[in-house]
């Protein structure tokens, strides 16, 4: 009897994120991501797996990044009851990031129907910030290497990703089959995060692709962020970076410290943190400092390098500053999130700047802006863009395409199938032929829904 994988998310676009896995009557899902960008994939959250919740016998997680965590609250509310099996990161991550989507499903859903944009009446989330609470207690939080039985006669082992605080690239053994998960494979030459580790010998490969057409950029990204900021310093402006609260947060913040400190901008710019979440987040930095390049003095001036907002009534006080200065909001796509309103403020100004700081899914209001778009909607209305777009080509989380198959080179033999997932179709069909080419192993980009052997 073999073991099946059918592809619920992930698979030619970069979201949603969610692979089942079948042996006999026994059912496993890894990652359970909510899809993003695009409407047309964000309306695929609303319509029910082809497999009840309660059916499922376990679920693992990669990393907390909501396109492979951010379906779970609707998951448990929909019955599923078991095991949530993360690394101790990803648990510390969710419980920040869970219940704050939630809180945005809230919002947005209360803000369609105040405004009746929605052509839904009444708009409803898709779950709540208590839907998300309740699920983190069915988390369970494994060591790194520490092998686990997720479900009788599967075993499970977290291998470090890179990428992000607790991320994992993820051995399966079932049936005589080694399957390895890449999970989102971070950078070997990360600014922050340390390198992925090397990958285990494995019969069936899944390879995420965000990357798989590109290369980053030699230059690092205070090189990118230094001219532009020292700029905006100039012409005393506001500079608005949309960032992801996890990972990319802090990664600018040690930027922007490292800019100041060489005098490449001036040392009294003031900076400001408008993101509870990346502030929590930062904070994690302290209790997992095997994962990433920073000592405990690096850490320790991570807090202090930018004023930190908490409150929504801080948040529009800072509409009554003057420039120069710099905001960090989330959403990381301008998706969501306090940074819509800095953006409805500022972009129409071009004294002002938009800094965006990392990939954009297509369909987002980042991929808009990074376009060159002359205006963007937020909240119903249109925002027209005179401020300087700047996109930072260097700030990534993901491995570039020869990263990739650096990682895969690895491999002490070759896999007799590579399953290449989490990447837009064009990025994913070029790392399957750079594969193919290259390596002369089989791959091939599986479509939404289809089902394959493991
Ligand atoms: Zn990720």
Redesign the pocket.
């Known amino acids: 009897m073999g073991v099946s994988i059918t592809f619920l998310g992930g698979a030619s676009t970069v979201t949603g994120s969610k692979y089942l896995l079948r042996h006999g009557a026994q059912t496993l899902l890894v990652d359970c991501g909510l899809f993003q960008g695009y409407k047309q994939l964000r309306l695929r959250n609303w319509t029910p797996l082809p497999v009840a919740p309660d059916q499922i016998d376990a679920v693992l997680l990669t990393?907390a990044?909501l396109?492979?965590s951010g379906y779970l609250p609707l998951l448990a509310r929909e019955g599923y009851a078991g095991k949530v099996h993360a690394t101790p990161g990803t648990r510390d991550l969710c419980a920040i990031l869970l219940p704050d989507s939630g809180h945005i499903q809230e919002e947005d859903a209360a803000f369609a129907n105040r405004h009746g944009f929605s052509k839904h009446a009444p708009a409803l989330p898709l779950y709540t910030r208590k839907d998300a609470l309740a699920c983190l207690k069915q988390i369970k939080a494994h060591d790194f290497g520490h092998t686990f039985e997720p479900i009788p006669g599967w075993r499970a082992t977290f291998l470090r990703a890179g990428?992000?605080l607790g991320?994992a690239s993820l051995l399966l053994e079932v049936a005589g089959r080694r399957i390895l998960f890449s999970g989102?494979l971070g950078r070997s030459d990360d600014f922050l995060m340390n390198p992925p580790e090397r990958a285990p010998a494995a019969d069936t490969v899944l390879i995420e692709s965000t990357y798989g057409d590109r290369s980053h950029p030699k230059e690092d990204v205070l090189a990118e962020l230094g001219p532009a900021l020292h700029r905006l310093a100039g012409r005393g402006g506001v500079a608005v970076l949309p960032v992801f609260a996890v990972g990319r947060a802090q990664e600018i913040l040690h930027a922007i410290d490292q800019l100041k400190a060489r005098g490449e901008i001036p040392h009294n710019l003031p900076v400001f943190l408008d993101s509870p979440m990346a502030i929590h987040t930062t904070q994690l930095f302290e209790h997992h400092m095997d994962e990433h390049r920073l000592d405990q003095r690096q850490v320790r001036a991570l807090t202090r390098s930018a004023t930190m907002i908490s409150t929504p009534d801080e948040s529009k006080a800072l509409a009554r500053r003057h420039g120069p200065m710099v905001i960090l909001a989330a959403s990381g796509m301008a998706t969501g999130g306090r940074v819509l309103h800095h953006l409805a403020l500022y972009a129409g100004n071009h004294r002002n700047m938009i800094v965006l700081t990392g990939y954009q899914s297509p369909g987002t209001r980042g991929a808009t802006l990074a376009s060159g778009a002359p205006s963007v909607r937020i909240h119903g209305k249109d925002v027209s863009v005179s401020a300087e777009v700047v996109q930072l080509q260097s700030a990534s989380?993901h491995a570039d395409a020869s990263q990739l198959e650096a990682w895969l080179r690895t491999l002490p033999t070759a896999p007799g199938q590579i399953y290449v997932v989490h990447g837009e179709i064009s990025a994913a069909d070029a790392l399957r032929m750079r594969i193919e080419h290259g390596l002369g192993w089989r791959a091939l980009v599986p479509e939404h829904g289809s089902t394959w052997p493991a």
């Open positions: 990393h990044h396109d492979h990428h992000i991320a989102d989380a």
